[in-house]
């Protein structure tokens, strides 16, 4: 039923989508205060030395953009393939075929919640013509999950529970794939992490990445999707690490930390900052 609606909303034009965001993110930002405090507080400890009067620009700017990837996901369940060739461009798919030695060992993508990172999955899977295999944490929604899975899922993607991915990779190892991690969250009680330091603290990040690429031997990329206007990305990759590994190193998180700040801070705004994103932190 859910999907149903969605796809019937899909059918209105993405220019007329466009208008009711902007009327969306009027109403949350100044009537509903959708998770206010929560990005108030993220943006004065990720930027505090910026006066109050430019938090609150990116605050705006933020609720806008928010609401143009809400309606943006909406429209992802049928906007055509030319749509999103056109829309989504890649900078450099040449360093994922050489670093994946023209496609025949997988690769690891990390990446963040910044630009649209839904468009960003299909813009590369139809961009560069290779299976791509998002990891995922399921939603506490049922409906919701079912629904972004089967958006994930369109263009021949093969989403993969995180509780899951590790065997799947495994048994799969010999396969050609890119495998895509969202990997800023913070780590759930008992997960693999390490404490780095993000906009001036220090946080756990998952190992996740890091202990899947050396338990396979598979090189590890950033991505980032830059946003050019609106409505249009870009996708740039960063070289991470290749095989061989150090086992008593964490330097594929600490580069993909080093790297997420780099993005955020060249377009604060296209990140997702109504998440708690210092809800675990390390005051010593």
Known sequence: MQYLVYSSLALIPLGILYFFSLI???FLYYIARYRRKIVRDNLTKAFPDLPLSEIKNIEKDFYKHLCRVAVEIIKATRLPKSEF??????RNPELVQEISENYTRSVIVLTIHQGNWEWMLHGTTLGMGIPIDPVYK???NKAADDLAYIIRSRFGARPLKVVDSTRDVIKRRKEFRLF???AEQAPSKGARSIWLPFFNREV???LGGEVLAKMTNFAVVFAQ???TKVGYYEIEFFEIARPPYKKSSNFITKEYVRLSENAILSDPSSWLWSNRRWKKVNLQ
Do not use: D, E, T
């Not at 060739?85 to 890649?90: D, F, H, L, P």
């Open 24 to 26: 969306g993110s009027f």
């Open 85 to 90: 060739s056109n829309r989504v461009k890649i």
């Open 138 to 140: 399921p939603l506490r």
């Open 180 to 182: 895509a991690m969202v």
């Open 204 to 206: 756990p990040f998952y």
């Open 225 to 227: 999707c830059h946003r």
